[in-house]
């Protein structure tokens, strides 16, 4: 089968297209004759080497994959042959086949598109977990509003009774962001970008803080972090770190804390998905998705990293 290929770390030159042979699922496993196969921005980084963690090499990337049931190992009773799917994998999505676990591989209705279901995986399941502790009637602001995470809540706060400022780097990306339902979209690269966000809150500041961008922009966004208030970090797009002095959170006894889905229990993201499902029946959510052939990874990669993508990034498989 066809399968993209990382054999050295670095960029997305990296990646080549290769044939490999199709694996064989374990006993509680399915094989997904893979149809979309979801990228991430962890997927940069991780064929970087700048990831959490660090595969062995080589490997195949691609942990969300949504398709058609090949076949069942041996235990599996919960799914059938030729049934929709959507699926969480260890790793191996960007191919034609991948393996899944049995209990992270769900149904998906056939009105919902595979490239549109890959949405509800990694990024679906890190935006609810982000929302997780909200409460309606407080204020988030979401940093890189126009992107894979970011349109998802976008719409997901909207629909939890919070106030949402969005932000984003160009003027389409910022019509998108509106176009959502954000009660305000602000564009980060502009100098004023913060008191654009105070007027928004009367002074106030945000009770939430959605960060990915990274660099410079976390230590202007405690400028805009309301008394009490919470900045979550979940990635950082511009790939610099930052540094904050931990003095300067006594001051409005902020919080900064770090999110990471894997850290969620099997039945969080297990419940995520459904409540995404049950969302997208609802019409409460639209998913933004661009696709690429699987023979274009290198470019999807590129795209991602150049900021020029909104909405959810996959590769399509023909088989």
Known sequence: MKAIRVNELGGADKLSLEEIEKPTPSADEVLIKVAAAGINYADTMMRAGNYLTKPDLPFTLGYEAAGTVESLGENVTNLKVGQRVLATTSSGGYAEFATAKAALTMPIPDELG?????????????????????KAGQTILIHAAAGGVGTLLVQLAKHKGLKVIGTASSEQKLQLVADLGADFAINYSESDWTDEVLKATDGKGADWIIEMVGGAIVAQNLKVLAKHGTMWIYGAASGEDFKVSVLSLMAKNHTIRGYWLMNESVQNRIAFTKELLENLSAGRLKIQVTEFPLEQAKEAHEAIENRKTTGKVVLTVGN
Not at 114 to 129: R, W
């Open 114 to 134: 595979f490239g549109e279901a890959t949405a509800l995986l990694v990024q679906g399941l890190t935006a609810l977990g982000l929302l997780n502790e909200t």
